[in-house]
């Protein structure tokens, strides 16, 4: 279907007993030729039935509800077109064994599509890359038993705050790697290496080791000897917690930190006071550089190091020509070589980036001079895989049942956080493409009683204690789940305030399973404590962000766990896609018997419906049943709550049009061609798509349809359109400046 079509497309899928329409439809013969809309119109009169006027909407949450009849004859006009392939196992057969049919449920005079239907059991590819269970386990990012920081050279004081503050004994193998090249100032670097292996500590502890031997007296009034760029302020607070950690060690070394969303004022009073570590996004720091004078003073005598981290992403975000300019702002400045004689004579580069491909090489030639490439795979040039000890999941959901899988992992993370000391803190994180995606599935896995809503304002209601609705648990349980949200458009103190509290163990987290709903502008770098799990419900834009979301599990040698959602169809093609990053293989799970019966089995999903003589068709207990209860309750919610059916709405348009924005290489796995819209729409709890209920999104939305009706788009330039819209809101997620 593709994004032009009108509503009167939109399959329903319904699940029926007999399967009676569908046979007679067939019977009756398949017309062929002319455009979709003629054969529909000829099919429709075939059957008897006049077709609908133009313009005559029929929505399912009026009252004017179709009979089932009526939508059973809609959804049986084409029982054997290739529709199914798009959603329900791609071009593969049906299996033939038919499993038990859950009715279509009619709630007040509604009828509402099922979730499952007859065609339950899809077919998907075979596990080419299976997990081998028995091999034996290897911590490829765990610190190395047999090295030291002293064998480095690094300083006593040093190596004991390690130790005894930061509870670091031994080095990493990235380490170990970069901290001696790095200490004899030879060359640039170019640093590669895998997510979570202490690659921070491996460019900071070499320039505060070249300070502390200075052997002259360094105050923050000494000037600025290191300069660290990261694409995102998240990552940049991230490592100027880490270099003020360090600094406890010699309390006279002050680092700033400058990124956008906060006060340049304050940013300039504190450089004017000194600093020696300067941290920030490109956006600000070269802002600071054309119009604050006191940093080129500080800058002038003592600039030896300057880091780019996440080289890739810089890249990837465009900070190019921003880079150029910084440098070549740095390179202007006079280095006084006299009053630090033992520091390098010249600037050394460090570029660190998990790929050692595409543009990164070229930031590479623009950047280093002379450099030495430090990869912790076993070829230099290897690509850099997941961490050995992660356990990799896939499973292939079709897209109606996005919503309910995604609660059945998480109730089953949340039933296993149960199972540990009840002081632990389980944290899990769910990858999504945009930010009104996030906000759609925050709201719709959170409390929604409406008590904090727009009162206390969103960064109090993260700190009050979160509540959730995940299925197995009734209104007396306590479920001790919090749930987060963390996206570009929200302003940077909650951003910072939400990191925080999902970072912290304290009294508010303790023996809670903490469950950040998020966008990329997580997945970079970010260092977030103990999380068990990963979720990428959505594929991520480019296979180098699934590497980092992985990322923020299994770190520095510890364990970790990672699922992926991908929907039937072509989308499976991208497994072989990824195989080079999981040497160490997967498991392939089947979203039903593995993911959805053990979460939804022998649970009592509580009805937030009323009208209990509805439901009396349902089997008390039985899994299925339970999930689709659980669906119903977040559909019914959209019908009556209008703040979440906007967020809702606003959610799939968003994710349909951050859908077209794959990377050129990938988009043969990431077609919206082959995307089923109406059951997409389903995942949002939404029992339409929001055309057909004719909903539009906001201001853009209105002003988008005025002009398809001025003059109708063609599809190609639509696609175009979407595709910048969601260019743009991707840049705007990660607020660079
Ligand atoms: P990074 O890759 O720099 O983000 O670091 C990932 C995690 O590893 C952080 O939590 C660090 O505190 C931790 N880490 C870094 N170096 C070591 C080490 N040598 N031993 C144990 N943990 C480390």
Redesign the pocket.
Known sequence: MSFDDDDDGMLLNFATDSGDAGESAQNRGKITGGTWKDRRKAKLLQDGRKPRPRGEKRSLESGSAPTFEELQSETSDSPSEPKRSRFDGGSQPVKEEQPRVVQPVQLNAQIVSSLFTSSRNIDTVTNSNAHDEKAEVTYSNA?LVGDTFESFGITDAMVTHLKDKMK?????KI?KLVIPPFLESKNDLFIHAQ???????AFLLPIFQSILTLGQNVSRQSGCFGLIVTPTRELANQIYQVTSELAQCCHFLVPCLLIGGERKKSEKARLRKGANFIIGTPGRVLDHLQNTKVIKEQLAPSLRYVVLDEGDKLMELGFEETLKEILNIIHSIDIDTHQFPKLPKRILHVLCSATVKGNVTKLGNVTLENYKLISSGKKQTETTTVPDQLIQRIVIVPPKLRLVTLAGSLTTLTQKHYKRAKSEVTRTIVFLTCSDSVDFHYEAFSSHDGNHRGLVGETARLLTKGNTVLPCFNDTDDPNVVCYKLHGSLSQQVRTATLKHFATNNDATKGRHLILFCTDVASR?L?LPHVSTVIEMDPPFAVEDHLHRIGRTA??GSEGESLLFLLPGEEEGYLDYIKPYHPKGWQLLTYDEQVLRPAFEGLNVKRTDKRKEDWDKYEAQAWDNNATTWHLNVERRVIDDSHFKELAVKGYMSHIRAYATHLSAEKKFFNLKCLHLGHLAKSFALRERPKSMGLQQGKAGAAASASQKKSKEDSKSKMLRMARMAMKQSNDEFNFA
């Open positions: 610190p670091i004994d031994k080095p990493t380490q997510t979570g292996s202490g690659k921070t500590l770098g260092d770190r520095a």
